[in-house]
């Protein structure tokens, strides 16, 4: 492990902290949101840069791993947050729509880095991105329907959106700079070492630039984080739980676990929330759910890392 990948989860911390500081200023909070996709873009530019390409063929054939993914992702899971939503947030409607657009919302972006943080099976996880991306969006309007009894519809241009921001540009980018720069001598001797260093850096950029443009509402709203406390961490125990589980009765390589772990685990908040504008556009309190979901979230994936780590090295 790198010296800086002992440190990544006070980086993360420290980002939250900064966030919310620098959110206390009106015009720096008024213009974050506009940097969050494309630190979001340079961070997987970076990590698709590493992925072992010749992998990935191979992940393909890994039919098993793939199966129980999206068993996970869009069986157990999306009942799962049905049951916590029934036993935690029936007074609660709106909150009840925001938490399970929040977690039958598998992510598509950060849960790359913590995969990789983690020592998972990239090319794997990787391969996951576009498939979970396609289905979620395909599927929400099934799962609102069916578990809130909601019928709105999701705006067609949304997904398309999603997809070329999350995926398309930062494989593009990533695809265009290998092209240029392999067979040169700095590509290979310094450009991919300074790489490496990237992700990290472009993920605690991002967290600071979401504390700062949506922090404020989390500080203006305490009780409700205390509302949805119970229930997210209930659902991200179960699935820590659950996914590790299942990789062990399938016999799953340490690698291979820890990807499955996070790849059920992380949860798309962008991608739900603006589905959320779009859809609920009159309903704030869906859309707070959303912000609340990743204040949460990243530092407890923090600590998945750590404590996958640990087990794995036992």
């Keep these: 492990m790198k010296a800086w990948e002992k440190y990544y989860t006070f980086i993360i911390i420290l980002s939250i902290g900064i966030g919310l500081g620098l959110g206390q200023i009106d ?4 213009n974050a949101e506009f ?8 961070m997987l530019c970076a990590v698709f840069l590493q992925l072992p390409l010749h992998e990935v063929k191979k992940a393909l054939a890994h039919a098993q791993f793939t199966n129980a993914s999206l068993f996970i992702n869009f069986i157990w899971t999306p009942f799962l947050a049905w049951l916590l939503a029934h036993l935690f947030l029936a007074e609660h409607p709106a909150l009840w729509i925001g938490f399970i657009m929040l977690v039958v919302t598998p992510c598509t972006d950060w849960y790359l880095i913590f995969t990789k943080l983690a020592k998972g099976n990239m090319a794997a ?58 067979g040169t001598r700095f590509y290979h001797s310094h450009f991919l070492s300074i790489v490496q260093v990237i992700p990290i850096v472009f993920l605690s950029l991002t967290i600071v630039a979401m504390f700062m443009a949506e922090g404020h509402i989390l500080l203006s709203h305490l009780d409700l984080l205390l509302v949805l406390l119970v229930p997210l961490l209930l659902f ?79």
């Design 27 to 30: 015009a720096w909070r008024g």
């Design 35 to 42: 940097l969050i996709v494309p630190f979001l873009i340079i």
């Design 125 to 182: 996880s990787t391969m996951l991105l576009p498939i979970n991306l396609v289905l979620q969006v395909l599927l929400l309007p099934f799962y609102l329907y069916l578990f809130t009894g909601t019928q709105d519809m999701i705006s067609p241009h949304v997904f398309m959106e999603s997809i070329g921001l999350v995926f398309l540009l930062p494989a593009l980018l990533a695809w265009l700079t290998h092209r240029l720069g392999n």
């Design 236 to 314: 991200f125990a179960f699935n820590f739980l659950f996914s590790r589980f299942t990789a062990r009765i399938l016999r799953f390589s340490k690698q291979d676990q820890t990807s499955l772990q996070f790849v059920t685990l992380a949860r798309n908040s962008p991608v739900a929330l603006a589905l959320a504008l779009t859809a609920f556009p009159h309903e704030p309190l869906i859309a707070l759910t959303l912000i609340i979901g990743p204040l949460l979230e990243l530092p407890l994936l923090a600590g998945a890392t750590q404590l996958i780590l640990f087990l794995n090295n036992k």
